[in-house]
């Protein structure tokens, strides 16, 4: 692969903007073999704030129109972390300058906007990437692996769960994830990660049974005032799934489980064995095999090291392990050497388009008392 230097525009200055931005300065140092990220623009709704990101950042300058960086020809990638209102067209107009895109998860509110965001990156030939980070965990990938190599034998069931709690508290703010504007609630801010996570290590789900429910049922407008908006997107969602393999399987996402912070975990269960996972403990993988002694049996606990990539850029020791931020930088590497070899290493707009699709079945499914819907 010929080295290259790929310029940097990023649309957001938040959580997920701070993120990508670490990410992006992280990659090389762990990643020698990808282009060179320069982070050249960095766009807020807020000049200043703007601003004041690209000097803590580390981007050569700042905007308060996020226009301006799809109009700079000196930036090759856009990377978008605004509220999914947004997501559509920003993303349409990088994709229109000719400009590799990632953007934050979900895609887009609706199923039709992801479509038609998917169709125009796929004419045009950018590349293009989704933040679902989580997966490029080397435990993830491991699992992946090993249930592909037959090692827990046939598959008989899987469970997920992505269960946090920011926004348990009844009388937490009215905010932009509960605008029912910018698609459903918890079903795709959290949903969207373990359907995600099913899809990577067993395939696609081709039915949903689900039951959706909105626990708090109005939240104040403003810091102390009496006015309350009606919440009109869920906060618990309860998927009962089928995979193409023909083995069922059950979702969970919850963004009102009190004292869970990142309890994004799940179970896969075969023949001849299973695998454990909570982001929890992101560097445990637990391993039960079956057959073997009784007095002995349980799982065992599979410790993250340099012989699960690509631990060993990061840390050159097992036992001490990877954080949040090396899970973005490992999904950015990936996105920037797809951009390289002109091929996504994913997930991409496509997969996006088809997590989105679950998303969409489960809520059909839940205004159907509960009624399968086939995918």
């Not at 980070?133 to 692996?145: C, S, T, V, W």
């Not at 403003?222 to 006015?227: R, Y």
């Not at 445990?284 to 057959?291: H, I, P, S, V």
């Not at 990877?322 to 999904?331: A, Q, R, S, W």
């Given at each position: 692969m010929s080295k290259k230097k790929l310029g940097i525009g990023l649309i957001g200055t938040g959580f997920m903007g701070k993120a990508h931005a670490f990410a992006y300065r992280s990659a090389l140092a762990a990643f020698p073999d990808i282009p060179t990220p320069e982070l050249r623009m960095v766009a807020d709704v807020n000049a200043e704030g703007a601003a004041k990101a690209a000097q803590q950042y580390g981007f050569a300058s700042s905007t308060g129109n996020w226009r301006d960086i799809i109009a700079n020809p000196d930036i090759d990638v856009v990377s978008i972390t605004t509220p999914n209102t947004f997501h559509k067209e920003m993303t349409l107009a990088a994709i229109a300058a000719g400009k590799h895109v990632h953007c934050e998860k979900p895609l887009s509110p609706t199923l039709a906007d992801s479509e038609e965001m998917v169709k125009a990156a796929e004419a045009k030939k950018v590349i293009t990437q989704v933040g679902?980070?989580?997966?490029?965990?080397?435990?993830?990938?491991?699992?992946?692996?090993m249930i592909a190599a037959g090692e827990l034998g046939e598959i008989t069931g899987f469970r997920g769960i992505h269960a946090e709690d920011y926004m348990h508290d009844p009388e937490g703010l009215y905010t932009w994830r509960l605008d029912p504007v910018g698609g459903p609630g918890v079903v795709a801010d959290l949903g969207s990660h373990i359907i995600c996570m099913a899809r990577f290590l067993l395939g696609k789900i081709t039915h949903v049974?689900?039951?959706?429910?909105?626990?708090?049922?109005?939240?104040?407008?403003?810091?102390?005032?009496?006015?309350?908006?009606?919440?009109?997107?869920?906060?618990?969602?309860r998927l009962m799934v089928?995979?193409?393999?023909?083995?069922?399987?059950?979702?969970?996402?919850?963004w009102v489980k009190t004292g869970r912070k990142m309890q994004l975990a799940f179970e896969?269960?075969?023949?001849?064995?299973?695998?454990?996972?909570?982001?929890e403990r992101l560097n445990?993988?637990?391993?039960?095999?079956?057959?073997?002694d009784?007095?002995?049996?349980?799982?065992?606990?599979?410790?993250?090291?340099?012989?699960?990539?690509?631990?060993?850029?990061?840390?050159?020791?097992?036992?001490?392990?990877?954080?949040?931020?090396?899970?973005?930088?490992?999904?950015?590497?990936?996105?920037?050497r797809g951009i390289a070899h002109g091929k996504a290493e994913g997930p991409d707009f496509r997969e996006a388009y088809e997590i989105q699709k679950v998303v969409e079945a489960a809520l059909a499914s839940s205004r159907q008392a509960a009624s399968r819907v086939t995918i």
């Open positions: 679902f980070n989580y997966i490029k965990n080397p435990m993830l990938k491991l699992a992946r692996e049974n689900a039951d959706i429910e909105t626990i708090v049922k109005s939240r104040p407008k403003a810091v102390g005032s009496k006015e309350r908006v009606p919440v009109l997107v869920d906060d618990i969602a089928r995979f193409e393999g023909g083995f069922g399987g059950t979702l969970e996402a919850n896969v269960h075969g023949s001849k064995g299973s695998l454990y996972f909570t982001q445990e993988l637990q391993f039960y095999k079956a057959g073997g009784g007095r002995t049996a349980g799982f065992t606990t599979i410790e993250a090291g340099p012989q699960h990539p690509p631990y060993g850029g990061f840390i050159v020791a097992a036992g001490h392990q990877l954080g949040f931020n090396d899970l973005k930088t490992i999904e950015m590497a990936e996105f920037l």
